[in-house]
């Protein structure tokens, strides 16, 4: 996720800058710029790859001012390249602009301001506030250069669609900052005769710990002397501001104890932001020529770890939803198997990084068999979304955490999005059955909002079984790959043994494995299989197993017959279950990992992507 900082004071603002981007680096990025108003004129430098390097480029340039801003990006529109770094620029080079979020309506408002005359310079979305401030500084004469650009910041912010949060500076106002905020996060701290602008608390915690959080459609104008808050009407309201106790470290991971607790808290804004583009992307991709999606009857899903349990659901989804046959490999198998070659085949790959070696071989395998690919992916940019002639982003932003979370879940999503476009597109599903799919959809991100509020009870549950050295995870349909993921969790952070299965094969073979007091999760929301899964806790009760039904409200009592615990998370349609249910088993994960003492963020041997083979 992008990361803003912007510092006015009496000091050199650019030491200011370079550290604030150093705190927000752990929100990943892939180029820094800054903007300094310096003689009356904006001077700005920008680099791609670490701050590191902007550092170098900035010891050579050496702004001087004490007015600027700054911007780590993580590249959404464009690729991560010098000039589609921030701060980006108007026509005149007079107004900066630093920026996070996405403007949904920017592709309008860029053909209307060329037609009016402006001239782009990159490929961002970021671009047209610059250009639009731009455009309605011409409409507002009146009042000094300050008031000008505030009732400027004001119009544009009111022309803009998406989430947002900007930072704006000015060449005539050089004792000036303007932020606003809508969706996306920006902080305010107040220090003595300087103040700062960030997206996150730890940009300027070295200088001060007064901060005022601002909310949406809030605009805070910054001075040496001060900061104003305004509201959507322009009105002036109360600052009201807050004493940070955290330090740095906590500070970064927003309070949390662990990256991974804060992003299996960030699911459903990453849902949210994932789901704001999907009808517009995928109207994109499903008219393109180069894949003709229409005409796919096959389908291969390639992808690893985590993400092969989300292109395991996709199979259902696109199968149902859409009628096409669809098969999922591992991708370090795909890449070694024989695969025929065929007609109208398609084949997705699914990766958080758009790095994993494995799956950019099965990408390349597939373009020699001549297969048309898509990838679903979170990185902009990546050797994946260049190897695929389609490419749907996962909004969730950057994962640091090795054990993904919020990645899987925007996965899911993006796979039933495309399940449900592409089922509609080609005839499979009717109108009023996608309009009732999509509302579905549109859902998700609160329930998981919802589902969240079961932590407490995750919790107190680890508490008596987490020294076990074994756990057994039991699902059924598209609740079956989520039992994979929850044990792949589990194993991954906590180092104890964990399996998953389909309830229907226990009795295959596995069921050998359970033990007195072994704990069992069985995955057994109240929908058409329900039975079926009260007779596997049965199975597993009678091997004297300790069996943890996780269901939905419905299902409780008859859960609580069966089971020695219970987990209830809320009900949702019946494809859309398992991305409530995996938000209790990242919970189960962590809280085990937790009490055993174990580094949840960097598991031993473990690797966020693995670039080899
Ligand atoms: C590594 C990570 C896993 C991840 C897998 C695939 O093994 O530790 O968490 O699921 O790679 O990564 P990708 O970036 O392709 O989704």
Redesign the pocket.
């Known amino acids: 996720m992008c990361g803003i900082i912007g510092y006015v004071g009496t000091k050199k603002c650019t030491p200011a800058l370079i550290d604030g981007l150093k705190k927000l680096e752990y929100r990943g990025y892939d180029s820094a710029g800054i903007a300094v108003v310096q003689d009356g004129q904006i001077v700005r430098v920008r680099a791609v790859g670490k701050v590191a390097e902007l550092e170098k480029a900035v010891a050579q340039d050496k702004p001087q001012g004490t007015c600027g801003i700054g911007h780590t990006r993580w590249a959404t529109h464009g690729k991560p390249s010098e000039e589609n770094s921030h701060p980006h620029t108007d026509c005149s080079g007079e107004i900066v602009v630093v920026h996070n979020g996405i403007i949904e309506n920017y592709l309008t408002l860029k053909e209307k301001l060329q037609t009016l005359g402006h001239k782009f310079q990159s490929e961002t979305d970021t671009e047209v506030i610059a250009h639009l401030i731009e455009e309605n500084l011409k409409h507002t004469r009146s009042g000094s250069h300050e008031q000008r650009l505030f009732r400027a910041v004001m119009k544009t912010s009111a022309e803009l669609h998406g989430a947002f949060a900007y930072g704006v500076m000015w060449a005539k106002t050089p004792r000036q900052i303007i932020g606003v905020k809508n969706q996306s996060p920006l902080v305010v701290g107040l220090g003595k005769n300087e103040n700062f602008l960030a997206s996150d608390v730890p940009a300027f915690l070295k200088y001060t710990s007064k901060v005022l959080f601002l909310e949406d459609g809030q605009t805070a104008v910054l001075t040496p002397d001060g900061v104003k808050l305004y509201g959507m009407d322009g009105q002036e309201t109360k600052v009201k501001t807050t004493k940070i106790s955290w330090d740095e470290k906590t500070a970064e991971k927003g309070g949390y104890k662990h990256f991974m607790l804060k992003e299996i808290y960030e699911q459903p804004q990453g849902l949210e932001d994932t789901l704001r583009t999907a009808r517009e992307d995928f109207g994109r991709i499903l008219g393109l020529k180069t894949t003709d999606l229409r005409n796919i009857k096959n389908v291969y899903l390639v992808?690893?770890?985590?993400?092969y349990h989300a292109a395991m659901i996709g199979k259902y989804y696109l199968e149902n939803f859409a009628g096409v046959t669809a098969s999922v490999d591992l991708a370090s198998e795909f890449k070694y198997r024989t695969i025929p070659p065929a007609e109208n085949t398609l084949c997705i790959a699914v990766?958080?990084?758009?790095?994993?070696a494995d799956?950019l071989g099965a990408v390349k395998k597939a373009k020699e068999l001549g297969f048309k690919r898509l990838a679903i992916c979170n990185v902009l940019g990546s050797g994946l979304t260049r190897a695929c002639n389609s490419v749907f982003f996962t909004h969730c932003g950057p994962e640091i955490s090795?054990?993904?979370t919020k990645?899987f879940t925007s996965q899911i999503i993006s796979l039933y999005a495309l399940a449900i476009f592409l089922g509609h597109a080609s005839g499979n599903i009717s109108q009023k059955v996608f309009n009732k799919l999509y509302k579905e959809l549109m859902a998700v991100p609160k329930a998981v909002a919802d589902t969240l509020k079961i932590e407490y009870d995750v919790r107190h549950l680890t508490k008596k079984i987490y020294k076990s050295d074994r756990f057994i995870f039991l699902g059924r349909n598209v609740d079956y790959p989520i039992a994979l993921e929850g044990a792949l969790k589990l194993k991954e952070i906590s180092y104890v043994s964990a399996e998953g299965f389909a309830a229907g094969e226990i009795k295959h073979g596995p069921i050998s494995i359970i033990d007195k007091g072994t704990p069992v999760l069985i995955l057994m929301p109240k929908n058409l299989l329900f039975d079926k899964m009260l007779s596997a806790c049965a199975e597993c009760r009678a091997r004297g197993a300790f069996v943890i039904a996780l269901t939905t409200p419905d299902g409780k009592e008859e859960a609580a017959a069966v089971s020695d615990k219970q987990i209830i998370v809320p009900q949702a349609s019946e494809y859309l279950q398992p991305v409530l249910d995996i938000v209790a088993l990242q919970f189960f994960a962590y809280w085990v990992a937790k009490r055993l003492g174990r580094d949840i963020d960097q598991p031993r041997n473990?690797?966020?992507?693995?670039t080899v083979e």
């Open positions: 992808a690893c770890g985590t993400a990766s958080q990084s758009g790095e994993t799956t090795v054990a993904s990645a473990l690797a966020k992507s693995v």
